[in-house]
């Protein structure tokens, strides 16, 4: 009487039903990660820039004097993205660095500077909404605003860019 062989190890047809599979879940995957990665860097960014602002904001009140949040560069598509200053009235108090990649942000109305008052409002009131687009995609982009009380309020997560 013959005993069976041990068998070990997967079959040819084993392994290759094995790498289909897992090349339909890649397939599907992928655009969904770049989404994500996409929605996660505009956050970032967005979330950088109100972090900014609220510390302008704060060292309004604590320095009881006027903070002028302003754009460096002049750029009309890009009025906000190529870097921001934070100063009083002698020096500048912080930098906030350019934005990474494509990312650039500008505001509907022109504004390109913004001072918080030794209250911690806003003064004058800021005009128009601020956009956060990647030019490199199709993708939605953020818009925002800053209420005259110096508050970043998210207006549209699903902007879509021009």
Request: aromatic share 6%; with cysteine; net charge neutral.
């Amino acid at each position: 009487m013959r005993q069976p062989k041990n068998s070990s190890g997967f079959t040819l047809i084993e392994l290759m039903v094995t790498l289909a599979v897992a090349i339909i879940v890649i397939a599907v995957a992928v655009p969904s990660f770049r989404s994500t990665t996409h929605s996660t860097r505009m956050t970032a960014q967005v979330n950088s820039f109100s972090s900014f602002l609220m510390l302008a904001r704060a060292e309004a009140v604590k320095r009881q004097r006027n903070i002028t949040v302003a754009s460096v560069t002049g750029d009309a598509s890009n009025e906000w993205g190529g870097g921001v200053q934070m100063r009083d009235a002698e020096d500048v108090i912080a930098t906030l660095d350019a934005f990474n990649g494509n990312i650039t942000m500008d505001n509907d109305a022109g504004t390109t500077t913004i001072t918080f008052i030794p209250r911690g409002y806003a003064s004058p009131a800021v005009a128009g909404n601020f956009n956060v687009c990647e030019t490199s995609s199709n993708e939605d982009g953020r818009q925002f605003m800053v209420t005259a009380t110096g508050k970043v309020v998210l207006i549209n997560r699903n902007f879509s860019c021009p």
